[in-house]
């Protein structure tokens, strides 16, 4: 059971940063046509309504290139809502990941194949698992403060990397530089 999980956990990418420290073209080089973004530690702390300028404008650039999804397990629906707004973008509330239902309906409105949709997230246990399950390009990137940068402390992502190594999942020391 354990083994069979393991190479659930393993993420296509760890980037070395943020998600704002993360190049488009790393994206695009991997053929990625689409990206789902997690919101809560991905794009902002659970804790704050303001995305940080060098997320806002990662976001916007983005979007100008590829179709974008906020997909978010939050079941604060108004949250995830004003989020998506602000940015113009569809979105998924309470997706239940690491469940594959939502994620599926996303692919299928994306009409794209999944290894050219990058799950992108700061949660192996949910972002992670559940991308690879459906075989979507996952990213893990570094969990965000309320500054845009990396989280000083991100007790439950360093805790999720030190279980998945613990069955066995291979990860690149976090956080790995780009390739
Ligand atoms: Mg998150």
Not at 106 to 134: H, K, Y
Not at 145 to 164: F, I, K, T
Request: aromatic fraction near 4%; glycine fraction near 4%.
């Amino acid at each position: 059971m354990l083994q069979r999980l393991s190479p659930l956990l393993e993420p296509d990418l760890i980037t070395a940063g943020v998600l704002a420290d993360l190049p488009l073209d790393v994206l695009l080089a991997h053929q990625i046509r689409a990206l789902v973004l997690d919101v809560d530690a991905t794009l902002l702390p659970r804790t704050s309504a303001e995305p940080s300028q060098a997320i806002s404008r990662w976001i916007e650039a983005a979007a100008l290139q590829l179709p974008l999804h906020l997909f978010s397990n939050n079941p604060d629906h108004r949250r995830i809502a004003a989020i998506a707004r602000r940015f113009n973008l569809p979105f998924t509330a309470a997706a239940c990941k690491p469940r594959r239902g939502a994620l599926r309906q996303v692919l299928e409105q994306l009409q794209l194949p999944a290894p050219q949709v990058a799950m992108i997230g700061d949660r192996l246990f949910t972002d992670v698992i559940a991308g690879n399950r459906l075989g979507l390009f996952t990213v893990l990137v570094q969990a965000i403060d309320a500054d845009g940068r990396p989280a000083a402390r991100a007790p439950v992502q360093r805790a999720e990397m030190a279980l998945a190594r613990l069955v066995g999942a291979q990860l690149v020391s976090p956080f790995q530089a780009l390739p």
